[in-house]
């Protein structure tokens, strides 16, 4: 099977790749010149050098797909709110776009639950849950996160191109650190999380993310279709604190979230003329991020029958030991 990935040099897009050249795929991947693209290229990846901004290279990489995998996306980086919406608003378009006249099977695209807004007072989240509706006072990321899914939606509703969007939690695993918390701070042995032990905690090991990716490509339908992707949802920062203290021997101070959430408040009128400002430290940010928030993936595993096969500690396990350098 021929198959295109943007992002492949990226988290998420390298574990497909790993994952995709294990299966027997021949894959196109999208990347600008690097180190990590040469190494793809020495596996037998063929690359498309190019970025988001690039028609072109774009065309060519998405040309005789059956799926594209869109999983570039400026994430970490910090930059101005034109960086984030020219990778990941109008590259998202262009990669449509590109893969409407390529006609694939079916285009994959990750997103994430970054793009819905606070919820009511035990509101379940799920796939009809509306993005949010003040997307301005969010940081960059997701601001532009939202628009891109609002575009890909509307694609989705017009285009005779199957298009899959899966939205991920927190994503974790080799290569990336272990998440604190959605407010929190580690100093050394000590992680400081303000928030409260049953607050709910929506994370991904990628190895399970990626088992999701694959089940959606192979979705026989012609339907679109959406997806919230996490773990356990369940799962609470206190539990995953206990599996960290049990793993890593590190020691958790829980502090209410509150304070954080006035001071936001406070700032608001001073931070709204910082031009620096990306909307990190937003009352709406905060406010969100210390809200007990429940996320359903039942649609995911009913329809696609996805099980994350990685249970949590073998996850920490699995991240820590490959964060060890060799001996």
């Known amino acids: 099977m021929r198959v295109c990935i943007t992002g492949a040099t990226g988290f998420v897009g390298q574990a497909l ?17 690097s180190s990590r693209a040469d190494a793809l290229a020495s596996q037998g990846v063929e690359i498309i050098p190019g970025d988001l901004s690039d028609a072109s290279a774009i065309a060519r990489a998405v040309e005789g797909a059956e ?19 020219d990778a990941n608003v109008r590259g998202t378009d262009a990669v449509l776009h590109a893969s409407l006249r390529a006609k694939p099977r079916r285009i994959i695209y990750v997103s994430s639950i970054a793009v819905y807004g606070p919820a009511e007072p035990d509101a379940t989240i799920d796939e009809d849950t509306p993005l949010d509706e003040l997307p301005d006072e969010r940081d960059f990321y997701a601001h532009s996160k939202i628009e891109a899914d609002r575009l890909a939606m509307k694609f989705a509703k017009n285009s005779a191109v199957p298009l899959t969007i899966l939205r991920p939690g927190v994503i974790f695993g080799p290569g990336r650190l272990l998440p604190t918390a959605l407010l929190g701070v580690r100093i050394g042995k000590l992680d400081i999380v303000f928030g409260r032990r049953n607050q709910p905690l929506p994370l991904n090991y990628i190895e399970n993310l990626i088992q999701a990716i694959e089940l959606a490509a192979r979705e026989p339908d012609n339907d ?25 021997k590190t020691k958790t ?7 954080l959430v006035m001071a936001a408040t406070a700032t608001r009128p001073i931070l709204r003329f910082v031009p620096a400002n990306t909307g990190v430290f937003s009352r709406r940010q905060i406010l969100r991020a210390a809200q007990d928030r429940h996320y359903s993936s039942r649609r995911i ?8 096969s990685v249970p949590l500690e073998d996850a920490i396990e699995r991240t820590l030991r490959a964060a060890k350098p060799a001996p």
């Open 301 to 308: 595993r009913e329809e696609l029958h996805w099980t994350p």
């Open 224 to 248: 679109s279709r959406q997806y919230i992707v996490i773990d356990d949802e369940k799962l609470t920062l206190g539990q995953y604190h206990a599996a960290r203290t049990k793993i890593m």
């Open 67 to 85: 799926i594209v995998y869109h999983a570039a996306a400026l994430v970490d980086a910090h930059g101005t709110r034109q960086r984030f919406f």
């Open 17 to 33: 790749t790993t994952r995709l050249l294990a299966a027997g795929a021949q894959i196109r991947a999208l990347a600008r010149p």
């Open 253 to 259: 101070i829980f502090w209410p979230a509150q304070p």
